[in-house]
């Protein structure tokens, strides 16, 4: 009989297995720093690491250089699409959001989620090549370089369509009764959604 509960993550065999059950971002993180792997912030992130170590490569922390305070780079003026991202000390305010505006056409210009992530990895990375350019084209779906964990909402999908369930009325506390539910899933290796038939299932779990 198959066994729902998550097991230890030491006694998992593959990124196959792992990637049947659900794992909190600081479990992620946790499980990266133990094994004294690269630690990034972002879920998507932390999975490729999870990832490579269980293919055999071990991705390890990036050795932080100690920036000199002698010959600082020079202030950037004019943003063009060959402007390094790091170099400009790229932000989501007006100054970047005008010149995004301009570049598109677009008057009320918007940072997108995969913007976001990238403009998040990028930092992380320290990537120095990467350009407003790039971010442009990132915005223009030409390229991708790192992508919104949607994962994230799993959650409050789950909660959502949960409490849109006329039969769920009957539990006095929904929430609690959700996220007793949820934990089931959370731990087994089920899809993360919510359905009738899975609430009919553990009722009596959650009750």
């Known amino acids: 009989m198959k066994n729902n509960n998550r097991p230890e993550f030491d006694d998992i065999r593959d990124y196959e297995e792992f990637s049947k059950y659900y794992w ?41 250089i100690t920036k000199k305070t002698k010959n600082k780079k020079p202030v950037i003026t004019e943003l063009t699409p060959e402007t390094g991202l790091i170099e400009c000390g790229f932000t989501f305010g ?14 009320h ?36 370089y790192a992508v919104y964990d949607r994962s994230a909402l799993q959650w409050n999908r789950f909660v959502k369509d949960f409490c849109a369930d006329e039969a769920t009325k009957v539990f006095g506390e929904r929430l609690k009764a959700a996220a007793a539910l949820w934990s089931i899933v ?22």
């Open 94 to 107: 007006n100054k970047f959001k005008e010149f995004f505006s301009k570049q598109t056409g677009e008057e």
């Open 109 to 144: 210009f918007k940072f997108n989620v995969d913007m976001v992530a990238t403009v998040k990895a990028v930092k992380e990375s320290g990537d120095e090549a990467f350009t407003l350019g790039d971010l442009l084209d990132v915005y223009h779906g030409k390229m991708t």
């Open 24 to 64: 909190y971002r600081d479990e992620l993180i946790k499980i990266c720093r133990d094994r004294g792997l690269k630690a990034p912030s972002g879920k998507i992130e932390l999975n490729k690491v999870i990832e490579a170590y269980f293919a055999g490569d071990r991705i390890l922390p990036e050795t932080k």
């Open 186 to 207: 959370r731990d087994s290796d089920m899809e993360k959604v919510y359905s009738r038939e899975l609430l009919e299932k553990y009722r009596d779990r959650i009750g």
